[in-house]
């Protein structure tokens, strides 16, 4: 028999062949030898007579009892232990019906195999992080803090074990979740890793959603690209982000990244039942002690400029579906030319659609105009973008403010940046970091 050594992910013993099994794909082969190596043996207990069948089921059939299925949704990635050899392969949740069949009630897909191997098997034959934390929870209420990259995180490591300690205490599970930009790359490429942006997103529907969620990165390309090195550095297999994406595997890796880039965690989470009014003694506090300014001086110079015509709020409008249909959104150029913008808009009766654009010439004489406002007046430009959908409309923005800011750049060396691909929407950093491959 293979020795076994103790994975400290989860505190089980496993063969070589089933570490290495489980972790490749995830990490590269010399991380996971190196990994084994760190890992705890096993040690040798001597031979004895098993406990008897009959004890075994019902040991089993107890066990199946307390688990907490709930976690467990269709689609979601585990690993599964085949009943023929007893060895742990890749898995996916086809169904789970914990009313029907309370030993063995998640059915199962073999990755690779067809629907007529799928199988209905309990947790004795099932490795999921989620039904180890549900596991873990014993039933007991949870509240999910949300692991972030921005300045919270400082406070995280001094706040979080006060608070874990102070919640279990009261029979309150504190669990920690990961939506970093890196931990949101990992969710989407690595198995290993959840995808805890969009199990949260679910929770966030329900009546027991309890998330505490800190201020989180709106991950620009540039940012994206850096964690995508640092992740790849430390042995992460995660692909390349495509910038121009021309193959069918391309546009997959990509349309995986959007759901990392922008303003990805906001819109999700308040999709449930988000409320962010301050607590009313929070209010008291500050009726009571009111923050004083400093001393402010005379010369001190403010200028504020916003649009007045050819934006999103100018040209919102408003509608009521008065029926149940299916929309589409298209773009009707100036020489006729449509282009389809969204597909198959399934909408509601009673439901509300909002619709606005932006003009990019207003857009534009309204930077120049600005810029030219702020340098008259010596005080320093500073760009504040507020759109709805700011995981798309930002960085089309910020992109057209760095072409009139660097108007005279653009237009001198406009065949240098095609070749090298330099995109204003990506940031000015990103401009600058390509420019360093010119001869």
């Known amino acids: 028999m293979s020795p076994k050594r103790i994975d400290p992910e989860d505190g089980e013993a496993y063969t070589w062949e089933e570490l290495s099994g489980f972790y490749t794909g995830t990490y590269k082969k010399a991380v996971i030898e190196s990994y084994w ?46 009943a023929d050899d007893g ?23 073999w990755v690779g195999y067809t629907a007529a191997s799928d199988e209905w098997v309990g947790a ?48 309150i599970n504190l669990k920690m979740k990961d939506i970093s930009v890196a931990g949101r790359v990992l969710g989407h490429f690595v198995k290993k890793f959840p995808d805890e942006l969009t199990n949260l997103g679910k929770l966030a529907k329900t009546p027991a959603a ?28 995660v692909p390349d982000f495509p910038e121009n994406p021309s193959t069918d595997e391309e546009n997959k890796i990509r349309e995986k990244y959007n759901k990392v880039l922008g303003s990805a965690v906001n819109p999700v989470l308040r999709e449930g039942n988000s409320d962010r009014r301050a607590a009313a ?17 005379k010369s001190s110079k403010t200028h504020v400029s916003h649009m007045s ?15 149940a249909e299916t929309l589409k959104i298209e773009h009707v150029a100036s020489d006729g030319t449509v282009t389809t913008l969204k597909d198959k808009l399934e909408m509601t009766k009673g439901e509300v659609l909002d619709g606005s654009f932006m003009s990019v ?18 005080v320093l430009f500073s760009l504040h973008l507020k759109a709805t959908m700011m995981k798309i409309s930002d960085p089309i923005m910020f992109g057209h403010c760095v072409k009139v800011f660097f108007k005279d750049v653009f237009k001198k060396h406009a065949a240098s940046f095609e070749e090298i691909k330099a995109n204003p929407n990506q940031g000015l950093g990103d401009i600058l970091a390509k420019i360093q491959k010119l001869p």
């Open 37 to 82: 190596d760190a890992c705890k043996p096993v040690k040798q207990k001597g031979k004895g007579k098993g406990e008897p069948k009959s004890k075994a089921k019902a040991k089993a059939k107890a066990k199946a009892k307390a688990v907490d299925y709930s976690g467990l949704e269709k689609g979601m990635k585990l690993q599964a232990q085949a």
């Open 87 to 109: 060895k742990w392969y890749s898995a996916e949740v086809v169904a789970v019906a914990t009313k029907k069949n309370k030993e063995t009630p998640v059915k199962i897909n």
């Open 124 to 171: 004795d034959r099932l490795r999921s992080k989620v039904l180890k934390e549900a596991a873990a929870a014993g039933g007991k209420t949870e509240i999910c803090y949300t692991y972030t990259d921005e300045a919270p995180l400082l406070a995280t490591f001094s706040l979080f074990p006060i608070l874990s300690k102070f919640s279990k205490s009261c029979g």
């Open 210 to 237: 309890n998330i505490i969620k800190l201020p989180n990165i709106s991950a620009s390309v540039p940012q994206l690209q850096e964690c995508i090195k640092e992740l790849q550095s430390q042995g992460f297999e």
């Open 281 to 297: 003694p929070v209010k008291d506090y500050a009726k009571k002690y009111p923050h004083k300014m400093g001393p402010w001086s």
């Open 309 to 323: 015509g050819g934006d999103f709020y100018s040209s919102e409008k408003s509608v009521i579906i008065e029926k």
């Open 361 to 378: 010439k207003a857009l534009q004489d309204f930077f120049e105009k600005a810029i030219k406002e702020a340098k008259a007046q010596g």
